[in-house]
């Protein structure tokens, strides 16, 4: 099979990805982008070595099952004439991979818990928003408004709803302010008001986070 690259942005660390699995590829490419890196796929061992051995990369993500050559022969290849940082994909990794793809989720929910909607991540851990290259600077309300929209991904959720998720926190929200602070995160994430990307008013019903694809 041909090679399949993205078209990187100069000076961009490039990652190559070795994997027969074209879709599980693409995903993992996907989300590398979100991240600010440039890819580079190979479905066949034998391909990947060659590939990896005649370019400079920044770091191999190798598949440890494969036809032919699996991902230990390339490894033990690659070793003999590069020290290029290697990340084999194990059954764990996949596994989170797959779990995005199989519920038909159109992101991807990290081992960690962050996740990602295309050019937009957000990370549990450190209570951080990202779009593209960019930090996107959230009151502690929005960020506690968008995670339960996104966590919530495809489904309407009411304003009693987002109400009731606040209930006993230090915040002082009410009815119509969750309104304001919507219209204030929508802004933060550049939201066409006449082309909603991520966060969509259901009307007489509430709010839904909805990425692209997802099914409406």
Do not use: W
Request: hydrophobic share 40%.
């Amino acid at each position: 099979m041909d090679a399949e690259v993205s078209k990187p942005d100069p000076g961009r660390m490039i990652i190559l990805i070795v994997d027969d699995d074209v879709k599980l590829c693409g995903l993992v490419a996907d989300y590398l982008h979100t991240m600010g890196y440039g890819t580079e796929q190979a479905h066949a061992g034998a391909q990947g070595l060659q590939m990896a051995l005649s370019k400079e990369y920044d770091a191999v993500i190798l598949d440890v099952m494969m036809p032919g050559m699996d991902g230990f022969e390339v490894l033990k290849n690659l070793r003999r004439k590069s020290d290029v940082p290697v990340l084999m994909l194990t059954a764990r990794l996949r596994a989170v991979i797959r779990r995005a793809s199989g519920t038909g989720k159109k992101y991807i929910e990290t081992g960690t818990g962050d996740l990602v909607f295309g050019d937009l991540q957000i990370c549990k851990s450190s209570r951080t928003v990202r779009m593209g290259n960019e930090t996107v600077s959230l009151t502690p309300v929005e960020y506690d408004l968008l995670m339960l929209l996104a966590d919530a991904s495809g489904r309407v959720l009411t304003r009693d709803h987002l109400l009731n998720a606040f209930a006993g926190r230090s915040y002082d929200i009410f009815d119509r302010s969750v309104d304001v602070h919507i219209s204030s995160l929508r802004k933060k994430l550049k939201e066409d008001p006449r082309n909603q990307k991520f966060i969509r008013t259901v009307r007489t019903a509430g709010y839904m986070f909805s990425y692209p694809g997802d099914p409406a």
